[in-house]
């Protein structure tokens, strides 16, 4: 079962996931501290690199599936153009109502 987007706990993950699914750079920028960091499947990635390539030129998207730790951690179905639909996890890292670190990788 999805959780609606509308229904997540924490409004900085909220955004994060409304802009991502939305295409929206702008918004998804907004989002994130000007200093974010992330990493996936647990290396470091180049943040402007990684979402150009993972979300917005390959159409990401993401459905989630659970919400844990105060709504700073999903299992979510992903699906791009490049990779297809997998089972991941995300966690966030919250300061100031941004997001300053996310870690994705498969589930």
Do not use: C
Not at 9 to 32: H, K, Q, S, Y
Not at 37 to 46: E, I, K, L, P
Not at 72 to 100: C, P
Request: proline share 1%; no cysteine; aromatic share 10%.
């Amino acid at each position: 079962m999805t959780i609606a987007t509308a229904k997540l706990t924490d409004p900085a993950v909220r955004a994060f996931v409304t802009a991502l699914n939305a295409g929206d750079r702008t918004a998804f920028f907004e989002a994130l501290t000007s200093d974010a960091t992330m990493s996936d499947d647990g290396s470091d990635r180049n943040v402007e690199d990684w979402t150009e390539r993972e979300i917005f030129s390959s159409s990401g998207h993401l459905d989630v599936q659970s919400e844990s730790q105060n709504g700073h951690a999903l299992v979510a179905n992903y699906r791009n153009d490049t990779w297809g639909e997998m089972r991941t996890a995300w966690r966030f890292t919250v300061d100031g109502g941004k997001i300053s670190r996310f870690e994705t990788g498969q589930a």
